[in-house]
């Protein structure tokens, strides 16, 4: 057993020495950092449970549960850092080629089906639903997971759980950059997608859409260089560790700072009118034909045409409401009856009996 570097304790795994070694303290550095951003991950799950409530304008809240898992992904993030610190082995191998690309794609889509409905909501148009949000995070992320599956369990043969640690070194890079490329493919996807959300005439929109831009902007800067040090032959193998957990926490750190941090500023803002169309009417016509002047040429007719079932007495008006106009005379006298005085049977009465 190799003796312990100074700071690790007597007795200690060699797998766990980048964790306390003093005199190489970049795993020391980047724990710390990790668990910083732990701490900060859980504080922002926290809050985003807290100020739901507070929430005002009903696009915002629809995000939330998409916010919410992009969190939990950021959070998986720092976890996997550990990972890649601690030297690779039967229990790291599998864990950093499954969960590397799956909480990536996890986090990628998340920012994907956030600029959809930005696009939509910049232009004037119905946003997603809040299940239709969270479905095409969910959905976009499934498919790494079936791909990191398969090629783990194709790899390790059922048995083998120790494939990754004996693999020649160059082959395990290259494997590891191949078994991300619908990541890679992703990041594009959500950065021609966040580009989309400044062209639109409701501004208050843009701003989120911009905190996609930045994030993803920075995010396939880290990625590049990644993975441009890793095939670069003047590292020694020693260091494909120390760049990807590297790796893991910037881009971790840019996730919080330059996406969740201004969202949750934009958070609790008051809802403002101008960010959405008029009485913010979503359900207006949009199709709905508009015309000019007098279509109905029945009223610029000098004359009513007769009806076709009775020309001598009908009169038929088109476009009307298909009654038809009838004249007919009067046969019977409606005048107002007058009284008049009437003789009294009383008139020729004298008091005595006819006849005597």
């Given at each position: 057993m190799a003796s312990p570097?100074?700071?690790?304790?007597?007795?200690?795994?060699?797998?766990y020495f980048n964790l306390c070694d003093i005199k190489?303290?970049?795993?020391?550095?980047?724990?710390?950092?990790?668990?910083?951003?732990?701490?900060?991950?859980?504080?922002?799950?926290?809050?985003?449970?807290?100020?739901?409530?507070?929430?005002?304008?009903?696009?915002?809240?629809?995000?939330?549960?998409?916010?919410?898992?992009?969190?939990?992904?950021?959070?998986?993030?720092?976890?996997?850092?550990?990972a890649f610190i601690i030297k690779l082995n039967d229990m790291t191998g599998p864990t950093r080629f499954f969960?590397?690309?799956?909480?990536?794609?996890?986090?990628?889509?998340?920012?994907?089906?956030?600029?959809?409905?930005?696009?939509k909501l910049v232009r004037g148009k119905k946003p997603l639903s809040l299940l239709m949000i969270l479905g095409l995070a969910l959905g976009f992320s499934s498919v790494q997971d079936i791909i990191a599956v398969e090629y783990v369990v194709?790899?390790?043969?059922?048995?083998?759980?120790?494939?990754?640690?004996q693999m020649p070194q160059t082959r395990l890079n290259e494997d590891f950059v191949m078994l991300l490329i619908y990541v890679l493919f992703l990041m594009a996807f959500t950065f021609i997608m966040s580009i989309s959300t400044?062209?639109?005439?409701?501004?208050?929109?843009?701003?989120?859409?911009?905190?996609?831009?930045?994030?993803?902007?920075?995010?396939?800067?880290?990625?590049?260089a990644w993975?441009?040090?890793?095939?670069?032959?003047?590292?020694?193998?020693e260091w494909d560790d120390t760049i990807l957990s590297t790796?893991?926490?910037?881009?971790?750190?840019?996730?919080?700072?330059?996406?969740?941090?201004?969202?949750?500023?934009?958070?609790t803002k008051q809802r403002n009118p101008k960010d959405y169309p008029m009485e913010d009417n979503f359900c207006k016509p949009q199709f709905m034909k508009?015309?000019?002047?007098?279509e109905n040429r029945a009223y610029l007719q000098e004359e009513i045409t007769q009806g076709p079932e009775n020309p001598g007495s009908s009169l038929y008006a088109p476009y009307s409401t298909h009654f038809q106009l009838q004249n007919r005379d009067s046969q019977k006298d409606f005048s107002i009856p007058r009284p008049k005085t009437r003789s009294s049977p009383y008139d020729d009465y004298s008091g005595r009996k006819v006849g005597n």
């Open positions: 570097p100074y700071g690790c304790k007597l007795g200690l795994n060699s797998t190489n303290p970049w795993g020391i550095v980047l724990e710390t950092l990790a668990a910083a951003g732990v701490l900060t991950s859980v504080a922002f799950m926290v809050s985003l449970l807290i100020l739901i409530c507070k929430v005002q304008d009903s696009n915002r809240r629809k995000v939330l549960p998409t916010q919410f898992v992009f969190l939990l992904g950021v959070l998986g993030l720092f976890g996997l850092t550990f969960l590397f690309g799956v909480l990536f794609a996890l986090c990628f889509s998340c920012l994907l089906a956030h600029s959809f409905t930005l696009a194709i790899t390790m043969n059922r048995n083998n759980t120790n494939v990754f640690a400044f062209c639109g005439s409701f501004t208050g929109w843009k701003r989120h859409g911009a905190h996609i831009f930045i994030t993803m902007l920075l995010s396939i800067a880290i990625w590049v993975i441009t040090l890793l095939f670069h032959k003047s590292f020694e193998s790796a893991l926490v910037a881009n971790g750190w840019v996730f919080l700072l330059m996406y969740i941090l201004p969202e949750f500023i934009l958070l508009q015309s000019y002047g007098m």
